[in-house]
């Protein structure tokens, strides 16, 4: 076998020593002579002694730091598991021990400063020195009555400003400064095409006017090189890019600006995105369908994953294609005029979800429904209003977000007809991905449908674009105040070509606990979740519904994920590689974040 050339392998071996000192008697097992098999058994029973620790009498050891380590040597227990290695096709006590002896097999990747950091954090987990604690015990601990409570209150308010702070950095589209600068940039776009403020009320106007190539967008708005190159790229490669003159008026008027980032990268394509895709379509790659829709669709445009509620999909376009977008690879173009199913297909769906009369939940969705005419969506919601087990109608639309005027009054009371309070509700379930996206527009569209007694719901993706600290937090904040609950909040799905928009699964879960925390009970209403490709939603606030099973070279976490319907049926477990948390954080830390902020998100897992 041929291994690493000597000055490398000393390099590699000095490192991760360096890391295991923290934990010697590890160390030392690595460092003998054994045979790995050896090896193994003697860290598993040096993880459960220290395990055992963990549930006895140590009155010097703060609660919570006995926690960390908890999590951790359950960790590092997943990670010396064989069914583990053989799941993610790589065997991480194999790899420790050729790193810490200096034999590492030149057919292995060399370890990265990602890796490294994984061990360096997941030892500081079992030797208890995360160091992510301050170094005082609160104040308020070592009192009682009322000067406790003052000691508290003052700690509390410290933790709520800290937040505030954080939601103050990230521009509202409500703000007064961000309003004016849109009507100006309403202006320019509607002198550019020569149009009346009646007409940019009008939806119809907006979808004629889509803006679909890079001279029109950068005739309109400053744009940067690269963006400018992508933009062309998917021109040519035919990629669907499109952008409605409303939502071009949400971006500012200039490539550099610290405010819309979240809404440039909603729909303006990076190169990579773009020769991803067409390279994939040239393969006749079918992996685009990352949801396996294909496989979980039981009779054309309706999509099926759990007992009572199915997804029908009318049409397959949208004013605008966001480009993390699940369904690109059904997309064929923007506003696409032959991308309404037709209405046999339609009503051939709608009978089978009445013949399978336990589907009492109807999600509608698409692409957009609401770029049908109003008469196709009274009719859809007419034939579904029909079957008698339908409970709920869930409409699943980004018009509010992209095109706020398609929300006539008309269309709010078509929808608010067929909801009748005690027999069938209907809901909107909108995605809005930033608070720079909340404008009086949208709001206003939200609003028609709250006072026709609709409920109107949103699912968040978290990308790297959302995912600064309390970014998704100002949004929750402003969204419950314009009349939108926070439903979902979805992990970026591990579609290659979209891999600059995610986000660790560890971030997500830090996020959560440490920062839509801190909101009332009424504005942290959302879940965080998993779409398991094939399986459905995995709720990832639950421990017991995944686990970290290895790291690779590169950093990347490697976890096992468990289908919504565990102890009910024996279906498959899902392996995801995820993405690597150095270089998450190496990114904010260009972007001008700073890495302190984030430095508890080594102990998520
Ligand atoms: S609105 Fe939904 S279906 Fe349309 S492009 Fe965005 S994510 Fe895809």
Redesign the pocket.
């Known amino acids: 076998m041929k291994y690493y050339r000597v000055e490398k392998q000393e390099e590699f071996s000095r490192r991760t020593l360096r890391i295991l000192n923290m934990v010697p008697d590890i160390r030392d097992i690595l460092c003998t002579k054994q045979g790995l098999e050896a090896k193994r058994n003697k860290i598993r029973a040096t993880l459960n002694a220290i395990m055992a620790n963990t549930y006895d009498e140590t009155p010097d050891i703060p609660s919570l730091e006995w926690v960390l380590t908890h999590d951790a040597i359950v960790a590092w227990r997943n990670l010396f598991s064989k069914r583990n290695a053989s799941l993610a096709k790589f065997n991480f006590p194999a790899y420790l021990n050729g790193l810490a002896n200096g034999r590492l097999p030149a057919d292995q990747d060399p370890p990265s400063s990602g890796f490294f950091a994984e061990l360096d954090h997941l030892v500081r987990g079992i030797a208890q020195c995360t160091r992510i604690y301050p170094e005082q015990i609160p104040a308020f601990l070592k009192h009682k009555g009322q000067k406790a409570a003052r000691l508290r209150s003052a700690d509390l308010s410290r933790m709520a400003k800290t937040g505030r702070r954080f939601m103050e950095r990230y521009a509202s589209g409500l703000d007064a400064g961000v309003i004016r600068r849109r009507s100006r940039n309403k202006l320019r776009i509607l002198k550019k095409f020569n149009a009346t403020e009646l007409e940019w009320n009008n939806w119809s106007w907006h979808c004629r006017h889509i803006i679909r190539n890079a001279d029109t967008l950068a005739s309109l708005v400053r744009i940067s090189d690269d963006e400018f190159q992508a933009v062309k790229a998917a021109e040519v490669a035919k990629v669907p890019f499109g952008i409605t003159p409303y939502y071009l008026a949400l971006l500012d008027n200039r490539p550099d600006s610290p405010h819309d980032r979240a809404v440039r990268a909603q729909v303006i394509p990076s190169l990579k995105y773009v020769q991803s895709i067409s390279e994939s379509r040239h393969q006749g790659c079918t992996s685009m369908d990352f949801m396996l829709e294909n496989d979980t669709s039981p009779i054309e445009a309706v999509t099926r994953r759990y007992p009572n509620v199915v997804i029908l999909k009318p049409v397959l376009t ?1 004013p ?3 480009v ?5 690879w059904q ?1 064929e173009d923007v506003h696409s005029k032959t991308a309404a199913v037709s209405t046999k297909v339609v009503n051939r769906a709608i009978d089978w979800i009445a013949k399978n009369r336990e589907i009492n939940e109807v999600l509608i ?4 429904p609401f770029l049908l005419s109003n008469s196709r969506i009274e009719h859809l919601l007419r034939r579904l209003s029909a079957n008698r087990n339908i409970l709920r109608i869930r409409i ?3 018009t509010p977000v ?1 095109l706020p005027q398609r929300i006539t009054d008309a269309l709010a009371k078509i929808v608010s007809r067929h909801h009748i309070p005690g027999k069938r509700e209907v809901v909107i379930v909108t ?1 809005f991905e930033h608070h720079y996206e909340i404008t009086p527009e949208s709001m206003e569209a939200v609003q028609k449908f709250r006072r026709s007694g609709i409920n109107v719901y949103n699912q968040l ?1 978290y990308t790297f674009y959302n995912s600064r600290k309390f970014e998704a937090a100002a949004l929750r904040q402003k969204l419950r105040l314009v009349g939108v609950t926070p439903y979902y909040t979805f992990n970026t799905k591990g579609k290659d070509e979209t891999d600059d928009f995610r986000v660790p699964i560890a971030r997500l879960l830090q996020e959560q606990k440490e920062e839509a925390r801190l909101l009332p009970g009424t504005v942290r209403t959302d879940e965080a979740v998993f779409n398991v490709p094939g399986l459905g939603k995995n709720y990832l606030d639950a421990s017991q519904h995944h686990n970290i099973i290895s790291i690779l070279p590169d950093g990347r976490r490697i976890y096992e994920f468990h289908p919504w319907e565990k102890k009910l049926a024996l279906v498959d477990t899902y392996v995801y590689t995820d993405v690597s948390i150095h270089q998450y954080l190496k990114r904010l830390k260009a972007a001008g974040e700073n890495g302190r902020n984030y430095r508890s998100i080594w102990y998520y897992y």
């Open positions: 949208c605008q294609i966001c993390y977008c699940q369904r690109n997309i969705t698409g692409g957009d699943g639309t980004r992209t995605h993706v």
